[in-house]
């Protein structure tokens, strides 16, 4: 097992420097957060330098008719991307050698190739782009999904996929697609971006997130969609995780022209990587979404037909190794929305409450509770293998409406949920003994580790330096 990297060190890094230094910078463009560390590789082991986050606040209102779409402002997400490297030292900036830039996996964003920013000094604005479609769109319906054609691929098409999207937009908006010639993934763009790139060059990892990606081929389905007319010149280059994709083509900050830039990786990838498990190790994230985790074992290939019915999915890692994942769209956001509903409630009948107070009561709440026999299903944003599913309340009685008996039955349910599609018995089966968990519902959320604890047998390690920004720079810099 590799040294994780060493929190909180390089307070005096000059005496662990190893000659001829060079930093690698490391961004995650996340669901609601962007996040970036500098790292450094020193005799002790990769260390983390520096580090900055900064809300996005980028969801706008999506024109998708039928089910609700899922956009953001793509000037925004960069908006928020500068704010970070403005908070870091230029000085450290200036020995960036290598970035490695990650995000959210599935999304969809269009630009013209041309004329997809506008660089301003040491930084550039976005200008012929679109809204990014994110990964939790909800515009393809099942009847959509059905219409499309099989992939050649062990991966399942579902709705928040970027094949999806643009068929969708093929058949219900045409002309729209007209206006652009390149598309990827919000880091693809990014990368794109920094590079000077006409065609983004993408990673197999988002390649695979996207759909009609044959993993073990390495290649498009290009002859299956191409027989739909789907728009194939949209499709980007695709390249191993960690393959470069270019290098800089201007000062950015304080980080020199010519820095090199690796191909956009996914952000489940880098947040595994950021804790370099064990074999023997799960990993867990509860986040906005939730994720457990496992690598399977060397030398194995999925199959070349997907399961539509399958709760766990297997994407591109790196050394061309597969994560076996039960990605669930019902995590924190649950618990968010549960917050919201009962801020709105309160807002009707005159009463403020602000929402980190309210949450931080429902969970003292729940603890003071303990047990409850309300169950909730909290399904409401569907599962990709059941994306018609709804969340539901049972077992209601009188004397289990409190908010603490609420509280528990939710976090309870989220907990449930990912353990129908990943049960206890399917790690034991593989070998693993413990579970390294992160994310920022398990770290606010106590009632949420108990009842991880109670479903799975196993030692769980929480507060597990994950960070897919970190990953991102350790790639780079095991890859040189």
């Known amino acids: ?44 082991g990769p260390t983390i330098i520096q580090r900055a986050s900064k809300e996005t606040q980028a969801q706008v209102e999506s024109q998708a008719a039928g089910r609700q779409g899922n956009e953001q402002d793509v000037r925004k997400i960069v908006a928020a991307l500068h704010g970070c490297l403005s908070a870091l030292s230029p000085q450290q900036l200036r020995e960036v050698r290598h970035i490695g830039i990650c995000g959210q996996m599935h999304g969809l964003v269009f630009w013209k190739a041309d004329r997809g ?9 976005p200008d012929e782009v679109s809204h990014l479609i994110t990964w939790q769109d909800g515009r393809c319906t099942s009847s959509f999904l059905s219409s499309l054609p099989l992939p050649r691929s062990h991966l399942s098409v579902a709705t928040g996929f970027g094949c999806a999207t643009i068929f969708w937009y093929l058949r219900n908006s045409p002309d729209f697609l007209k206006h652009y010639d390149a598309a990827g993934t919000i880091q693809d763009y990014v990368v794109a971006m920094l590079c000077g790139l006409k065609r983004p060059r993408m990673s197999s990892q988002n390649a695979a997130s ?26 980007p280059e695709v390249v191993d995780p960690g393959a470069p994709a270019g290098e800089t083509c201007s000062g950015w900050y304080a980080i020199p022209k010519g820095t090199e830039v690796g191909a956009a990786l996914g952000d489940c990838q880098c947040s595994v990587y950021s804790c370099l498990p064990e074999s023997s190790d799960a990993v867990l994230n509860i986040g906005t979404s939730a994720q457990l985790t496992i ?63 309210l949450y931080q009561q429902l969970i003292h709440a729940a603890l003071a509770q303990g047990d409850t026999a309300l169950s909730v299903c909290p399904t409401i944003y569907g599962e990709r293998h059941r994306p018609e599913q709804q969340g539901s309340v049972t077992h209601i009685a009188a004397s289990n409406l409190s908010l603490g008996h609420v509280t528990r039955a939710l976090c309870r349910g989220v907990v449930q949920n990912l353990h129908s599609m990943m049960p206890s018995q399917r790690l034991m089966e593989a070998g693993k003994r413990q579970i390294l968990a992160s994310g920022s519902a398990l770290s606010r959320n106590e009632v949420l580790r108990q009842e991880v604890n109670s479903a799975y047998p196993f030692r769980v390690v929480y507060g597990v330096a994950m960070d897919a920004a970190i990953g991102a720079a350790l790639a780079m810099l095991h890859r040189k």
Request: a negative charge.
């Open 295 to 357: 690598l399977a074992p060397l030398g194995f290939l999925p199959g070349e037909s997907p399961d539509p019915d399958s709760p766990v999915t297997y994407y591109p890692y790196f050394g061309n190794r597969y994560l076996t994942v039960a990605a669930s769209l019902n995590g924190g956001n649950v618990l968010a929305t549960f917050v919201d509903m009962l801020v709105g409630w309160m807002a009707e009948l005159g009463l403020q409450v602000p929402r980190s107070t």
């Open 117 to 125: 920013c506008k660089w301003t000094g040491q930084s550039f604005e």
């Open 210 to 235: 996207w759909g009609y990606f044959n993993t073990t081929q390495k290649t498009w389905n290009t002859d299956i969609l191409g027989e739909s007319h789907f728009p194939v010149h949209l499709l």
């Open 1 to 44: 097992m590799q040294t994780p990297p060493r929190l909180g060190a390089g307070s005096n890094p000059a005496a662990l420097r190893c000659p001829g230094r060079a930093l690698a910078l490391g961004i995650d463009l996340g669901t609601s957060t962007v996040k970036v560390a500098l790292m450094e590789e020193t005799y002790e």
